[in-house]
């Protein structure tokens, strides 16, 4: 038919969506993280939600609150996040757009860490790799993975070259490349310039709001799924 009812288009799809930033405990009361507003996760999510899917959102550190009408599960750790994705899982579409802490403190101290009066030396901290979820999720049996899987990838240099080798490396459906160089704004702003790979080819879209973005994308994804 040729109406789309936009309404209706991911009606009894469930996708995840992981959106935010991780926070890898130093100890109980310190962490490190980084500067992800959960912005174009969550935008991403709603834009789902409006076309009619069920959307379990995997969200961490935010500036904006989860979409309602979301399943919204909120966690720490990277670790949290993987195992909340794995057990969120059927999917039939996975939207990784977390920015995952690559490494965690070795060792978290179950006590607040103590200056010694009268030491000036700091403390190093030793940190290990965490699990990569979105690998972890793309690299599944066909029988479990989801049928459309779909990365991001924060640069700051060589962004083609980079995010290119990144969807090969990772295993995913489709890339979202970002330029996260501070001078672009894109963490914690409210525009997104992506160069798009559904292939090794970039496709660039013009620079939008992350609104924008999420559109978009939900719309390709609406098309996917109808076999368009
Ligand atoms: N990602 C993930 N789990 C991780 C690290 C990243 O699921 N432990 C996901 C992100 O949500 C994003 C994609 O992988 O969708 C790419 O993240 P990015 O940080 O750009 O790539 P990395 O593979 O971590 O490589 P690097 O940071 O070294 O560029
Ligand atoms: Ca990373």
Redesign the pocket.
């Known amino acids: 038919c040729a109406y789309f009812d936009k309404g209706q288009s991911l009606k009894g799809k469930h996708f995840i969506v992981?959106s935010g930033g991780t926070r890898e405990p130093i100890d109980p009361v310190r962490f490190i993280s980084n500067a992800s507003s959960g912005k174009q996760g969550t935008a991403i999510a709603q834009s789902l939600l409006d076309r009619g899917a069920k959307v379990s959102f995997i969200y961490g550190a935010s500036d904006v609150p989860p979409p309602v009408g979301a399943n919204a599960i909120t966690i720490g750790s990277?670790q949290d996040m993987y195992d909340a994705v794995h057990q969120a899982l059927p999917a039939d579409g996975a939207i990784?757009?977390?920015a995952?802490a690559?490494w965690r403190p070795a060792q978290a101290g179950a006590e607040k860490i103590k200056k010694t009066p009268g030491e000036t030396a700091a403390p190093s901290i030793q940190m290990v790799l965490?699990?990569?979820?979105?690998k972890s999720v793309a690299q599944l049996d066909a029988a479990t993975r989801p049928q459309l899987v779909v990365?991001?990838?924060?640069?700051t240099e060589k962004l083609v070259e980079?995010a290119r080798a990144?969807r090969q490396r990772?295993g995913c459906d489709w890339l979202l490349a970002n330029d996260v160089s501070p001078e672009m704004g894109t963490f914690g702003g409210d525009q997104n310039k992506i160069i798009f790979f559904r292939s090794d080819e970039p496709q660039e879209w013009d620079k939008m709001s992350k609104k924008g973005v999420a559109e978009k994308l939900a719309d390709l994804i609406a098309k996917e799924f109808k076999g368009a």
Request: aromatic share 10%; proline share 5%.
């Open positions: 992981t990277a990784f757009c977390a995952v690559d965490n699990p990569d979820i979105l990365g991001f990838a924060a640069e980079h990144k990772k």
